[in-house]
């Protein structure tokens, strides 16, 4: 007996490394392969399993008086996977054992255990199918009648252990627990009944034993990759169209501008400011025909304390390194005008200001851009 649980312990050991090692199954991209598969034919993923071992039969598993013993087992069964992950078999499992206790007195007895499993492939579940993979850990539930003292229903958990050797030979070890009505091995006080059987041997895979994945799998995933590139076409053609709007509406902006800057060009009146008293010069930033705050601030405290009987011509200049001739004359009166109007505004008398362009001048290009004050 030591013997046999020894080799089963041996071979679940082997198939946690062998499950330990294996590459998972993977596609191209480094993503787990998983289903559909094709659904198989009334003929395809059968199965038939011998093997042997060891049972540990006790009765009394919740009262007082347990009674327990070891004996011998044997399983066949014969199966049907229905895809990669779920499949159900039939068996039989039994011969004999012995229970050891104050009533049996290690009286033998027959058992046998008619049943039906649920399996699940849990290694096929979490790392997709793989037709080569060597190890498949596969718990399952099962349920039928217990033949001992009498019949009475059983039922529970067992986990088998799959390794594949060839396309269609398995060598498996298989842990099963049950669970019936007590009485059932010579125990005469109630409680519970149980088994707790340890058994090894060979799967035959009849006929077709792999599985083929399902065209529709392989053509959903193209449509799916062309519903995201489509989706990100139309997100790039929207993007595009926004940055179209937006050049357009900036393309608006500039021409109204430069229809301003026009008409302000059609309108400067040019004053010669030669022999007059050059007064404070005002600064403006690049491109620009507003003064920034401070320079607001500059305008304001010089008009409060300017002469109001003097009359005052503010002369606009631009950067003649930049722009056009025409767009700085623009550029310069349109300077010239919002300082004469600050004028107006901060207090000096409409008729005392007069705004005039000075065109495009060379030099410091902090001087160019500015409205100089001129006073007589």
């Known amino acids: 007996m030591k013997k046999a649980l020894l080799t089963l312990f041996v071979l679940l050991a082997a198939g946690l490394c062998a499950f330990a090692q294996e590459d998972n199954n993977r596609d191209e991209n480094g993503k787990i392969v998983r289903g559909p598969y094709e659904t198989n034919k009334l003929w395809d993923n059968w199965f038939v399993s011998l093997g042997g071992g060891v049972n540990w039969t006790a009765d009394g598993v919740i009262s007082k008086n347990l009674e327990h013993g070891f004996g011998p087992a044997i399983d066949v069964m014969f199966g049907k996977w229905f895809d990669p992950c779920f499949g159900v078999r039939m068996g039989w499992q039994g011969l004999f054992s012995k229970v050891e206790g104050e009533v049996s ?60 050797v060839a396309e269609h030979w398995t060598i498996y070890a298989d842990v099963r627990g049950l669970l019936t009505r007590g009485e059932q091995f010579i125990q005469t006080e109630g409680g519970l009944a149980g088994n707790l059987s340890l058994t090894a041997g060979v799967t035959y895979n009849i006929l077709k034993s792999n599985w083929t994945r399902s065209n529709t799998a392989a053509l959903t995933s193209e449509v799916n990759d062309a519903k995201s590139a489509l989706a990100d076409a139309e997100k790039a053609l929207a993007d595009a169209e926004k940055a179209n709007d937006e050049l357009a509406q900036a393309n608006d902006e500039l021409e109204k501008e430069n229809e301003e800057l026009k008409e302000a ?31 607001q601030a500059r305008v304001k405290d010089y008009v409060e304390n300017a002469d109001k009987d003097k009359s005052y011509i503010v002369a606009g200049y631009a950067d003649k390194g930049t722009g056009s001739s025409a767009l700085n004359s623009a550029l310069a009166y349109k300077r010239a005008l919002h300082v004469g109007y600050l004028f107006i505004k901060y207090g000096m008398p409409n008729d005392k200001v007069r705004a005039t362009s000075g065109g495009a001048v060379e030099g410091d290009e902090t001087q160019a851009r500015a409205v100089t004050v001129y006073c007589e």
Request: proline share 2%.
């Open 105 to 164: 007195d290690g009286k033998r007895f027959d058992l046998d255990y008619i049943h039906g499993d649920v399996l699940w492939n849990l290694s096929n579940q979490i790392w997709g199918y793989k037709e080569t993979r060597i190890y498949n850990l596969v718990p399952y539930v099962h349920w039928g009648v217990m033949f001992a003292n009498g019949r009475e229903l059983a039922g529970g958990f067992g986990l088998l252990n799959n390794f594949r």
């Open 265 to 295: 060009a059609s309108k400067v009146d040019t004053v010669y400011v030669d022999n007059r008293e050059k007064c404070p010069t005002f600064y403006f930033d690049i491109n620009k025909s507003t003064l920034s705050e401070d320079e």
